[in-house]
């Protein structure tokens, strides 16, 4: 019942749900790459061929915490991005009985949401560098560098998963294949 | 801080990962979509040869990929490795 009248309430507006959407699944998707690749990656690779070297230790820390700061707008838009999906799939003409549909959501159960509950809290919670750095409790140098081994193996898993679903669900979502 | 921690995962860890992600593939998206189509759309090519063969296919491709991916970020080629100098990274 309560969804039959959001349903209705929703219809008129369903083209402007689904522009939130896009623009979400955009910032989303693309609001860090720049920084990742042009910042993060250079940095922790510079970093890699000379790990003893203070300079560029001193370097991949600092484009670390400008990493966890960067990423905000990423994870602002994640949960707007699947509360407008739900509105969508509420408003919208299609259901879980529509192949790519069915498929866009197994991805964004078990391959998104996975991923971006660790990222809120590598970059947010527990694994945030700049919170450790300040805490002063504990071993502060080990856990700092628990929290960036941990971020950068994550960094390095996710990339190839992300890259491939990220582009197979922005294909599933605008050709809707039968 | 002090510099603990190595400088890169090992090729064989890598290898694991991407084993585990093709199995990922295979073991839980593939079962899980093609469950949603028998049971939701009452698809009867879910859980089709064709369909299992699709889910193979991919898991490999996944698995190869990934692999190749991680390797190549966590082994930069030394004269491609991009030099800071101080004050560069704000």
């Given at each position: 019942?309560?969804?039959?009248?959001?349903?209705?309430?929703?219809?008129?507006?369903?083209?402007?749900?689904?522009?939130?959407?896009?623009?979400?699944?955009?910032?989303?998707?693309?609001?860090?790459?720049?920084?990742?690749?042009?910042?993060?990656?250079?940095?922790?690779?510079?970093?890699?061929?000379?790990?003893?070297?203070?300079?560029?230790?001193?370097?991949?820390n600092?484009?670390m915490e400008?990493?966890d700061?960067?990423?905000?707008?990423?994870?602002?838009?994640?949960?707007?991005?699947?509360?407008?999906?739900?509105?969508?799939?509420?408003?919208?003409?299609?259901?879980?009985?529509?192949?790519?549909?069915?498929?866009?959501?197994?991805?964004?159960?078990?391959?998104?949401?996975?991923?971006?509950?660790?990222?809120?809290?590598?970059?947010?919670?527990?694994?945030n560098k700049r919170a450790i750095r300040v805490s002063g409790q504990?071993?502060v140098a080990?856990s700092y560098?628990?929290a960036i081994?941990?971020?950068?193996?994550?960094?390095?898993?996710?990339?190839?998963?992300?890259?491939?679903?990220?582009?197979?669900?922005?294909?599933?979502?605008?050709?809707?294949?039968? | 801080m002090?510099?603990?921690?190595?400088?890169?995962?090992?090729?064989?860890?890598?290898?694991?990962?991407?084993?585990?992600?093709?199995?990922?593939?295979?073991?839980?998206?593939?079962?899980?979509?093609?469950?949603?189509?028998?049971?939701?759309?009452?698809?009867?090519?879910?859980?089709?040869?064709?369909?299992?063969?699709?889910?193979?296919?991919?898991?490999?491709?996944?698995?190869?990929?990934?692999?190749?991916?991680?390797?190549?970020?966590?082994?930069?080629?030394?004269?491609?490795?991009?030099?800071?100098?101080?004050?560069?990274?704000?």
């Amino acid at each position: 019942m309560f969804v039959e009248q959001l349903s209705a309430a929703l219809v008129p507006y369903y083209l402007q749900i689904k522009f939130f959407h896009v623009a979400c699944a955009m910032i989303w998707l693309a609001s860090t790459s720049v920084a990742y690749i042009n910042y993060l990656l250079p940095a922790i690779k510079a970093w890699q061929r000379a790990p003893d070297d203070e300079r560029l230790l001193r370097q991949r820390n600092i484009a670390m915490e400008r990493f966890d700061q960067g990423v905000v707008l990423e994870h602002v838009a994640f949960p707007l991005l699947l509360l407008s999906g739900l509105l969508l799939l509420t408003a919208g003409p299609w259901g879980l009985a529509h192949f790519w549909l069915s498929l866009k959501l197994c991805i964004v159960v078990l391959v998104f949401l996975p991923i971006e509950a660790m990222d809120y809290w590598l970059s947010h919670f527990g694994g945030n560098k700049r919170a450790i750095r300040v805490s002063g409790q504990g071993d502060v140098a080990l856990s700092y560098e628990q929290a960036i081994a941990h971020h950068w193996l994550f960094l390095v898993v996710s990339t190839p998963v992300i890259s491939v679903t990220g582009l197979l669900v922005l294909y599933l979502a605008v050709v809707k294949p039968v | 801080m002090n510099n603990k921690m190595s400088a890169a995962p090992s090729p064989q860890t890598l290898s694991k990962i991407a084993i585990a992600m093709g199995a990922y593939v295979l073991l839980v998206i593939w079962p899980c979509f093609d469950a949603l189509r028998l049971f939701i759309a009452e698809d009867n090519r879910a859980f089709s040869l064709h369909h299992l063969a699709v889910a193979v296919g991919s898991a490999l491709a996944v698995t190869i990929f990934s692999q190749r991916v991680m390797l190549s970020l966590c082994r930069p080629p030394v004269d491609k490795a991009v030099h800071f100098t101080e004050g560069e990274v704000r």
